[in-house]
């Protein structure tokens, strides 16, 4: 079982609507919890990095919470745009071996 | 600043050949790292470096081979590939591999073993 579960799998919303990724891990203990973002065809960037003790954390229009008892994390995105039609890969990281388990991300799809 | 590129973006091999995927990477980087990126699955490390003349060995590192001989450079090699290898493969950077780091990830290169 990945340690680190995303839903949806993919997503359609229209272009203006916000919309909220999940990320549920199993992790124990861990470092920090991060949210890259994908395009088709190329390599991931990072969003956000939240270490254990951060609630939220935000970048522009993408807001990443994280609660650590309940060991999930979200990622709004406010006022979509066509630009944000990418994967979002939620990442944690191990505290015990600094090992990053990655999720196996959401799709996001923004139509006009 | 180019950050992280990788050569070659797509490549076709036949089972048994081999191949060299390079990245090469102009922040001054220590840390390099190659990973692959199957469907369904989520990005796993195949090798790993911390410094100049270092390797080591990550989550799949079967079946491949690594150097860094430079520190802007680090080297993947398949000396017989099999279908099994067939995937994208993503190098990444980070300035000292500290947890909390970024990770700066190149295009990536598709493979792709008949």
């Known amino acids: 079982k990945n340690q680190v579960e995303q839903s949806p799998q993919s997503l359609i919303i229209l272009e203006g609507k916000n919309c909220t990724l999940q990320?549920?891990?199993?992790?124990?203990?861990?470092?920090?919890l991060r949210w890259y973002k994908q395009d088709t065809g190329r390599g991931p960037v990072s969003l956000t990095i939240?270490?254990?003790?951060?609630n939220t954390k935000s970048n522009g229009r993408y807001t990443a919470t994280l609660d650590a008892d309940t060991k999930q994390s979200s990622l709004h995105i406010t006022a979509s745009q066509l630009s944000d039609s990418a994967s979002y890969i939620c990442?944690?990281?191990?505290?015990?071996?600094?090992?990053?388990?990655f999720g196996t991300g959401t799709r996001l799809q923004v139509f006009p | 600043n180019a950050g992280v590129t990788q050569t070659p973006k797509f490549r076709v091999l036949k089972t048994g050949q081999s191949m060299t995927l390079l990245c090469a990477q102009d922040?001054?980087?220590?840390?390099m790292y190659w990973y692959r990126q199957d469907p369904g699955m989520g990005l796993r490390l195949i090798h790993y470096?911390?410094?100049?003349?270092?390797?080591a060995k990550g989550e799949v590192p079967d079946g491949y081979n690594v150097s860094r001989l430079k520190k802007q450079n680090f080297l993947l090699g398949l000396e017989s590939a099999a279908p099994s290898q067939t995937s994208v493969y993503f190098c990444?950077?980070?300035?000292?591999?500290?947890?909390?780091?970024?990770?700066?990830f190149g295009s990536g290169t598709q493979l792709s073993v008949l």
């Open positions: 939240m270490t254990f003790s951060e």
């Open positions: 990444a950077s980070s300035y000292e591999g500290k947890a909390n780091e970024k990770l700066f």
């Open positions: 470096s911390v410094g100049e003349g270092t390797t």
């Open positions: 922040m001054n980087h220590e840390y």
């Open positions: 990320c549920n891990y199993t992790v124990s203990p861990f470092s920090n």
């Open positions: 990442v944690v990281s191990d505290y015990n071996t600094d090992k990053l388990i």
